[in-house]
Nanobody
Framework: QVPLVESGGGLVQPGGSLRLSCTAS????????MGWYRQAPGKERELVAQ???????NYADSVKGRFTISRDNAKNTAYLQMNSLKPEDTAVYYC??????????????WGQGTQVTVSS
């Protein structure tokens, strides 16, 4: 497992913005894709955004046009810029990463989660 450390959550009013960061630590691996899932109490985990090594991105329809995911491959870090936040965005956001070790064995890693609360 490759440890993922994420940060940037917090409390924000509707219409506000937050920026999440996720960094994969270590050196004996290659990251192929990174992104975020989110999960609210009693709800299923859902994919929010993802980005692969060539820069291709994918977003959930509910966040398209409001969220932007980016990646610094050299730093093994992904960023999720969240604008025009809505109460419906309230959830725990979990960073995820997919890649391979130097021995070509694949892995999937998850961050510890960060709480995003959108409330007036």
């Amino acid at each position: 497992q490759v440890p993922l450390v994420e940060s940037g959550g917090g409390l924000v009013q509707p219409g506000g913005s937050l920026r999440l960061s996720c960094t994969a630590s270590g050196s004996m691996f290659t990251i192929n894709g990174m992104g975020w899932y989110r999960q609210a109490p009693g709800k299923e985990r859902e994919l929010v955004a993802q980005i692969v090594v060539d820069g291709t991105t994918n977003y959930a329809d509910s966040v398209k046009g409001r969220f932007t995911i980016s990646r610094d491959n050299a730093k093994n870090t992904a960023y999720l810029q969240m604008n025009s936040l809505k109460p419906e965005d309230t959830a725990v956001y979990y960073c995820h990463a997919v890649g391979s070790y130097t021995n070509f064995r694949s892995f999937i890693s998850w961050g510890q989660g960060t709480q995003v609360t959108v409330s007036s």
